[in-house]
């Protein structure tokens, strides 16, 4: 396997790393913990976010809801709307 390293972090550990916690936490806990991680931090992910929820059942979204207030104990409405620019928001 081949290592890319960009600012002195390997590329490959990091997605290894997800790849390992998405694989533990089984579909919902990985949609919960990558919307959380899309929110985290300085700058949002708008295109995770975008990949997580859109196309999403309502029975979905009400799960990623209760699981991430479960989880976080954190609104996820809240929390996204806090988070997109307005042109993503509409």
């Given at each position: 396997m081949v290592s890319t390293f960009v600012s002195g972090v390997n590329i490959t550990d990091i997605?290894?790393?997800?790849?390992?916690v998405l694989k533990a936490l089984g579909p919902l806990g990985g949609d919960i913990?990558?919307?959380?991680?899309?929110?985290?931090?300085?700058?949002?992910h708008e295109d995770l976010l975008n990949e997580v929820l859109?196309?999403?059942s309502?029975?979905?979204i009400f799960l990623l809801k209760e699981g991430f207030k479960r989880v976080y104990n954190k609104d996820l409405v809240k929390t996204v709307q806090g988070e997109l620019s307005m042109k993503t928001e509409r």
């Open positions: 997605r290894l790393e997800y790849t390992l913990y990558l919307l959380n991680r899309a929110c985290k931090g300085a700058g949002t859109l196309g999403r309502n029975e979905e």
